[in-house]
């Protein structure tokens, strides 16, 4: 039990933080490509609405999953650096020194404000989309309804 308290203490930030690094990294690469399509998309090209709002949501469920597990990743990390720090003080043999607490449960804390960090454009952006398929799929219907007058 010693050796995984060993190794967390030394990993954890890197763990936690590196993966919502990577969060992070992918969010922008899906956003940019959700942009770029509704930019250039031209509904009058789809024969059918589900085509059409197949290619829409396209990429938008990895947006919503990153945006809504981004924050628990981070509490993730906040659970487990507040966890190191009440060992750290069991094994302190009774030598209780507040300041190196309260260093260990700002440094946790920081993994739930990055979490927090990572999720919040994710869910605007999310909702943003939403918004734009929607219009994408009112301009499909005019488009039709104009053709078959």
Do not use: C
């Amino acid at each position: 039990m010693d050796q995984l308290f060993q190794f967390l203490q030394g990993y954890i930030d890197y763990i936690i933080l590196g993966l919502l690094g990577l969060m992070s990294i992918i969010l922008f690469a899906k956003i940019i490509e959700r942009v770029l399509f509704y930019k250039k998309v031209d509904v009058a090209h789809y024969d059918t609405q589900e085509e059409l709002e197949i290619d829409l949501t396209h990429n938008l469920t990895t947006i919503s999953t990153i945006g809504s597990n981004a924050p628990y990743i981070g509490l993730l990390g906040t659970v487990i650096g507040i966890l190191l720090t009440f060992y750290e003080l069991g094994n302190s043999g009774g030598e209780i020194d507040a300041a190196s607490i309260m260093v260990h449960l700002s440094l946790a804390l920081k993994a739930t404000a990055v979490g927090i960090l990572v999720a919040i454009p994710a869910m605007m952006f999310y909702n943003g989309f939403g918004r734009k398929v929607e219009e994408n799929k009112l301009k499909w219907q005019a488009n039709k309804a104009r053709k078959s007058l």
